[in-house]
T-cell receptor, first 118, second 112 residues
């Protein structure tokens, strides 16, 4: 149980275009979803936290207008990279939690999406 | 604020040898501590976690970790390394909030 999927797994796009990445919790309702960015050989950097039906909370330094996050349902969150540039190329990972994360409930991670902007 | 320090960005062991990956944390409140493993181009998989109770935590694939409050440590160990253990390992801390802070990661190499 507790599977999180991401689509697509890899995407290549041209500079200036927008790319949407989907994150789905397949067998549970995710009250909270998180989006991370991982640079090569680096740790995960939290970009934003989203609760279903609410606006996402972005971390300092993350451009809200560049990285649009929507958490429209308890099983789906999307990250849209708008007007992508080569520096946006990265590995994007989502995770989902079904319960209050402060009480130690587990985060389940998706397999990641490799974005390459040419 | 909480933070995590993983000592050693790379650790190399021989197959069958003890694996020890070090993690120290900083937190002003009792933390939840985690170890995750990441294989190339994949997401993170939870190995084990400490929330409350027993300080020696056993996880999957023969890994275990011990929470030592006095040393603010949560080192990951495995008695005998296997080739399939070669991966990136992340220690993480969550304390008093919704945010999980990850360490920089330690890449484990296993030599035949």
């Amino acid at each position: 149980g507790a599977v999180v999927s991401q689509h697509p797994s890899r995407v290549i796009c041209k500079s200036g275009t927008s790319v949407k990445i989907e994150c789905r919790s397949l067998d549970f309702q995710a009250t909270t979803m998180f989006w991370y960015r991982q640079f090569p050989k680096k740790s995960l950097m939290l970009m934003a936290t989203s609760n279903e039906g609410s606006k996402a909370t972005y971390e300092q330094g993350v451009e809200k207008d560049k990285f649009l996050i929507n958490h429209a349902s308890l099983t789906l969150s999307t990250l849209t990279v708008t007007s992508a540039h080569p520096e946006d190329s990265s590995f994007y990972i989502c995770s989902a939690s079904w319960g209050p994360i402060v009480s130690g409930w587990e985060q389940f991670f998706g397999p990641g999406t490799r974005l390459t902007v040419l | 604020a909480q933070s995590v320090t993983q000592l050693g960005s790379h650790v190399s062991v021989s197959e069958g040898a003890l694996v020890l990956l070090r993690c120290n944390y900083s937190s002003s409140v009792p933390p939840y501590l985690f170890w995750y493993v990441q294989y190339p181009n994949q997401g993170l998989q939870l190995l084990l976690k400490y929330t409350t109770g027993a300080t020696l935590v056993k996880g999957i694939n023969g890994f275990e970790a011990e929470f030592k409050k006095s040393e603010t440590s949560f080192h990951l160990t495995k008695p005998s390394a296997h080739m399939s253990d070669a991966a990136e390992y992340f220690c993480a801390v969550r304390a008093g909030g919704f945010k999980t802070i990850f360490g920089a990661g330690t890449r484990l190499f296993v030599k035949a």
